[in-house]
């Protein structure tokens, strides 16, 4: 049997240590469990819901923007918020529960040691369980408006979701390491999360908009090339491959910032917390 | 062969800001600020938690910490289990390390028992084949079979302890690193615990780092022990010959008060201070409700008239608790020595450490002798009633009358 040998040493190296956070895989499985388990206790509908929530958005801006004031998406828009409002969904709790993690974790960072970053991390798997179960409700929904859906599908969807992931994951580190240091950024974050949403394609189109300039500008959000990327293979119209290249660039430049302001503030989070 | 638990030259520096733990931004914001103006404003004081510290563990050894409050033992472990970094040297440990810092550490009120043992044993770093192997194992230690699939909120804070020692008591680590968690719980579920650890360490050669104010707990598992002061190793021995020259430290006044010639007013002098029990045996580590008094020797070198003893007690966080004073009639030359004992209200003393000091006054109040810190002795916790170390018992314990009014 290998000797483990651990060496203790003042901060320096800025080792992302990959091999020890996949040898704490069980730890990660266990706190998202929890998380789940926690979250849906005590509640009767249970993980319904992951999907109801969404269902009932959606009728509201069904009423407000599709009725009232008449915006068009180019295609069914029932299908098109709700497929919208799930992949936000992810995007969303993935980001203000990552965010919080750190925090409402304060009682374990301060007496066990195992790598930090299983925390944030789970706290997206458990928006990620949400997002599969809704996911099943937007199949039933496709199904029930008869809503074509083209081969790209299987390309697409994985991809869209991956985007979102990462997009979310980065942010979600980011705010979670910062949250730690400065407690000002969790009043900071509804606004936030209002100004990404209101910049998401979820109840309009970017389509619709003329200026290249606004596009682009929009982009910028990563959910946007994520979500053009998801409603790809139902709107079976053209698809803004710059918009998705701007999206990505934008979701791997919060992941790395992330990761490497998360990794240099670790060493201080049972100091701090 | 190597040694299990290598520290070299560790040392921990904290910095101390004038304002709370953690910053707001704003702070942030406008110190950079400022400091683009003026030259760097010196509102951060360094302080050091650990200096210097070496000690090297072989394999299977049993080293207690001792120390008082601040000493930097938490500290230590702390590094050693990786949870915070030190500023300078380094540490290694060779082998599978485990820390209970806590017991119960990420226990959840909503999940079941059985949830919860899951979920601790892999924050204690068990994988989950291990804690099915365990898991009948630990059921049976903590006794609560019957409450397993009950959520831990509707747990007892008894069996909550009971489930939480029984999983940590299941862990095979090579080196086991523990904090002051067996100063929880109740006795016979104590002493249970401490067999295991102890069954655990002398079968299978496991090395065990224990911090603890319970000298006792120290004597019984530990062979050799470190004391720590200010952040430094005072004294690193076998168990012994520490416990010992750590409790002697207590009670410095045990040993007779000598000072030079010219200081001895030529009245009465405080000679020898110590700390008895019931059988006025010295002591200075006491169960809650044990009896204990204040021996205090006088001797004179002319013949005064009246006079007063005083003794104040004092604890390190609450300052002076309690005063009392004693008119004494004359003293005359020929006897010499006297000597009287001073019982405290023990009964209402709750566990803590406890300082005196012995004053003699002339009857205008002015002070012929006074010895301060004059002696020390602890109430140890052994006692469920004062189990959570979170709570700020007080300094005395009695129950009071409560009254219902209509």
């Known amino acids: 049997m290998k000797k483990t040998e651990i ?5 320096g190296s800025m080792s992302f240590k ?7 895989r069980e730890l990660l499985y266990f706190f998202a469990w929890r998380d789940i388990k926690v979250k849906y206790k005590q509640t009767y509908l249970g993980i319904l819901w992951a999907v109801l929530q969404p269902l009932l958005l959606m009728g509201i801006f069904y009423l407000v923007f599709f009725r009232a004031l008449k915006v068009s998406v180019g295609m069914s828009y029932p299908v098109y ?5 799930i992949l936000w969904g992810l995007f969303s709790s993935g980001i203000t529960h990552s965010s919080e993690s750190l925090l409402s974790s304060s009682q374990i960072i301060r007496k066990i040691y195992f790598p930090r970053i299983l925390i944030p991390l789970s706290s997206l798997l458990t928006a990620l369980v949400d997002f599969l179960v809704a996911f099943l409700l937007l199949i039933i929904i496709l199904i029930l408006f008869g809503q074509p859906v083209s081969w790209s599908v299987i390309y697409s969807f994985p991809l869209a979701v991956t985007l979102t992931f990462i997009a979310s994951f980065g942010i979600g580190v980011l705010l979670a390491a910062l949250n730690v240091k400065y407690r000002d950024f969790r009043y900071l974050l509804p606004f936030a999360m209002q100004l990404l949403f209101f910049s998401s394609q979820v109840v309009y189109s970017i389509h619709s ?3 290249q300039w606004l596009t682009q500008l929009l982009y910028c959000n990563p959910l946007n090339g994520a979500l053009e990327l998801f409603y790809y293979p139902l709107k079976n119209g053209d698809i803004n491959i710059t918009g998705i290249m701007i999206s990505s660039v934008s979701a791997i430049f919060f992941l790395v910032t992330g990761l490497l302001f998360f990794k240099k503030t670790e060493v201080h989070f049972a100091d701090l917390i | 062969m190597k040694p299990v638990i290598e520290i070299n030259q560790l040392g921990k520096k904290y910095r101390i800001r004038k304002t709370e733990p953690y910053l707001s931004f704003r702070d942030t914001i406008t110190d950079s600020v400022k400091n683009i103006f003026r030259k760097k404003t010196e509102n951060k004081k360094d302080f050091w938690a650990l200096q210097d510290i070496n000690i090297s563990i072989g394999a299977g050894e049993r080293v207690g910490i001792i120390g008082r409050n ?9 590094i050693l289990s990786r949870i915070t970094w030190p500023t300078t040297g380094h540490a290694i440990i060779r082998g599978r390390l485990s820390s209970l810092l806590e017991v119960g550490t990420g226990f959840h009120p909503e999940l079941t028992g059985r949830e919860n043992i899951y979920l601790n044993g892999s924050i204690l770093g068990l994988k989950k084949t291990e804690i099915d192997k365990q898991f009948d194992a630990i059921v049976d230690f903590s006794g609560v079979e019957t409450f397993l699939d009950t959520p831990l909120k509707h747990y007892s804070s008894g069996m909550q302890l009971r489930l939480a020692f029984a999983v940590a008591a299941h862990l095979e680590p090579e080196v086991l690193l523990i904090d002051e968690v067996l100063a929880v719980g109740d006795m016979e579920f104590q002493k249970k615990c401490m067999g295991k650890m102890e069954e655990v360490s002398r079968q299978h050669g496991r090395t065990i780092l224990f911090v603890s104010h319970n000298l006792k707990a120290i004597n019984d598992i530990c ?5 720590m002061d200010n952040g430094k190793i005072k004294i690193d021995d076998t168990v012994n010959t520490v416990t010992t020259k750590y409790i002697e430290s207590l009670h410095t006044g045990n040993t007779k008060i000598t000072r030079p010639a010219t200081q001895l007013t030529g009245a009465i002098n405080i000679n020898d201070i110590s700390i008895l029990d019931a059988h006025h045996e010295n002591k200075n580590i006491f169960t809650p409700g044990e009896k204990i008094g204040i021996a205090i020797s006088l001797s004179n070198l002319s013949w005064t008239k009246n ?18 004073t004693i008119q004494l009639p004359a003293m005359d030359i020929s006897s010499s020595i006297k000597k009287m004992i001073a019982w405290l209200p023990a009964e209402y003393l709750t566990p803590n450490t406890y300082i005196i000091d012995i004053s003699v006054m002339n009857d205008n109040s002015g002070i012929l002798d006074i010895v301060t810190d004059a002696a020390g002795f602890e109430i140890a916790i052994t006692n469920t009633k004062f189990e959570n170390l979170e709570y700020d ?12 009014v209509a």
Do not use: C, H, M
Request: hydrophobic share 40%; charged share 20%.
């Open chain 1, 7 to 11: 060496k203790i040493s003042p901060p």
């Open chain 1, 18 to 24: 990959l091999d020890e956070a996949w040898e704490n």
């Open chain 1, 81 to 85: 918020t709700f497929a919208g409002l």
């Open chain 1, 209 to 211: 908009f003329k200026q």
């Open chain 2, 70 to 78: 601040g000493a930097g033992k938490s500290t230590l472990l702390k």
């Open chain 2, 223 to 227: 062979s050799r022990a470190v004391w």
């Open chain 2, 307 to 324: 006079f007063s003893v005083g003794l104040a007690l004092n604890t390190l966080s609450k300052g002076r608790i309690l005063t009392d």
């Open chain 2, 393 to 404: 018992y007080g300094v005395f314990s009695k129950e009071l009358v409560w009254e219902p």
